[in-house]
């Protein structure tokens, strides 16, 4: 007699999709969960502080805090040791956020505030900025000392027009080319030995290209023949 295999189902049942993560749909609920998380709370009692809101917060608060919150706009956190920005991805009407000197490597959150204006992330662990593309309301964009490699998402940035990428790892702009509204760019401190790109940009005023690598390019000579005030030409490590 043979006897017949009847498959089991494993690994792939019902359960399983209830245990993936469900992103809180108000602030009041992310602050409920994020009270438990060492990373989120350090963000959340920065944001209570801002409003006179008891430290730490506690997950009774959250809704109080919430409410407290909803008709602030501009945001301050210098230094304040802050590692994650989730929070913001509740907090849409920002338009003025500075979280410079801080231990931030991930931009999560920032992608929802697109009313943001004024950005600044300088002195932080920063990779990568992705999170940034769909923020086309972005006038002022200071991402000075940081790990920043690649800043193809800023291509799409039709506002900006005072930008800091000073001391970070770019090799290439040639994404800035789209971002005709560029006024005022400090780019020294990098690795770049062009510049192409930058010629296309018609209101750019002030360049800084300090502390790189440029060793031959016209567009300095023909951008100073435009009125645009060049510095940092004579740091560039050339070959003698």
């Known amino acids: 007699m043979k006897l017949k295999l009847v498959p089991v189902l494993v690994g792939l049942s019902l359960c399983s999709a209830a245990q993936a993560e469900v992103r809180p749909k108000t602030f009041a609920a992310y602050c409920q ?7 989120e709370r350090l963000t959340l009692d ?3 502080r801002l409003v006179a809101v008891r430290t730490p917060v506690e997950a009774d608060s959250c809704e109080y805090l919430e409410e407290a919150l909803a008709p602030r706009t501009r945001f301050s956190f210098r230094g304040k040791d802050l590692v994650s920005l989730k929070a913001f991805a509740y907090l849409p009407q920002a338009t003025e956020l500075i979280a410079s000197n801080n231990r931030i490597k991930s931009l999560s959150g920032l992608e ?34 940081n790990e920043i490699s690649d800043i193809t998402a800023l291509s799409g940035l039709g ?16 994404p800035l080319a789209k971002v005709e509204t560029l006024e005022y760019v400090n780019l020294s401190g990098n690795a770049l030995e062009s510049l192409e790109g930058l010629e296309s940009l018609p209101k750019l005023r002030v360049l800084n290209i300090g502390f790189n690598k440029v060793c031959e390019s016209s567009f300095v000579s023909e951008a100073e023949k435009k009125g645009v005030t060049v510095i940092g030409q004579d740091t560039q490590e050339c070959p003698r």
Request: no cysteine; net charge negative; proline share 0%.
């Open 112 to 145: 929802a505030l697109t009313k943001l204006e004024i950005l600044d992330l300088g002195g932080n662990a920063i990779e990568t900025i992705d999170d940034l593309k769909g923020l086309s309301s972005l006038r002022v964009l200071r991402l000075q000392g």
């Open 159 to 174: 506002s900006l027009s005072d930008l800091s990428l000073g001391s970070n790892k770019i090799t290439d702009v040639k």
């Open 33 to 39: 969960k994020a009270v438990t998380q060492e990373a």
């Open 46 to 48: 920065a944001l209570a």
